[in-house]
């Protein structure tokens, strides 16, 4: 059973820019949740959807945004890029909403 | 204060040790406690789910809820290099997850 992907696995943007970021959850799972980490603050809950809905929304500015599509597939977009966005975003799967999670190997966004 | 405390250590044992991580935590509504080791460069990966208080044993690794005290620890016997990783605490009100920062454990062969 493949295990949850998620592209780009490393990028480099510089400050004002935007990114996307994808994940894939696995099979049969409806709920994607995002998080960052930064080694000072650790895991931060950004938002979680299910069913293409979102669910729950943790203390992040506006400029953090995402969507599920149909097949449960997730992304999300930071906007005007800060230097302090540089952190290592992950994405989570379960099968039920708020449900036993499962990461992927996450994206690591630089911004200089 | 954060919803959730953790000592971010580094921590470093000798092979075969017994190896304590603990964390404690502020919101008497948590229910789901959770460990997650998680490998450098890798996502966290799930080690213990427990619901109540007292203790769960999995191999090698027990993880004890204290709610209590609100406290919670998982412990590591017969520590192996393989163990060396960052390990997160993980606590759920049944609508969101709150995490530790984790601690860096080094098991020394």
């Known amino acids: 059973k493949a295990g949850v992907t998620q592209t780009p696995r490393y990028l480099i943007k510089t400050r004002g820019q935007q990114v996307t970021l994808s994940c894939s959850p696995i099979?049969?799972?409806?709920?994607v949740s995002w998080y960052q980490q930064t080694p000072g603050q650790g895991l931060q809950f950004l938002f979680e959807?299910?069913?293409?809905?979102?669910?729950n929304k943790g203390n992040f500015p506006g400029r953090f945004s995402g969507r599920q599509f149909s097949n449960s597939r997730s992304e999300m977009n930071v906007s005007t890029l800060e230097l302090g966005d540089s952190a290592l975003y992950l994405c989570?799967?379960?099968?039920?909403?708020?449900?036993?999670?499962?990461f992927g190997e996450g994206s690591r966004l630089t911004v200089l | 204060q954060k919803e959730v405390e953790q000592d971010p250590g580094p921590l470093s044992v000798p092979e075969g040790a017994i190896v304590s991580l603990n964390c404690t935590y502020s919101?008497?509504?948590?229910?789901?406690f959770m460990w997650y080791r998680q490998y450098s460069r890798k996502g966290p990966e799930l080690l213990m789910y427990t619901y109540s208080s007292g203790n769960k044993e999995d191999g090698r690794f027990t993880a004890q809820v204290d709610k209590s005290s609100k406290y919670i620890s998982l412990f590591i016997r017969d520590s192996q290099p393989s163990d060396s990783a960052t390990y997160l605490c993980?606590?759920?009100?049944?609508?969101?997850?709150?995490f530790g920062t984790g601690t860096s454990l080094t098991v020394i062969p």
């Open positions: 989570a799967s379960s099968l039920v909403l708020a449900g036993e999670l499962f």
């Open positions: 919101n008497s509504a948590f229910q789901y």
């Open positions: 993980a606590m759920s009100t049944g609508n969101q997850f709150y």
């Open positions: 099979s049969g799972h409806r709920s």
């Open positions: 959807y299910f069913s293409e809905t979102q669910r």
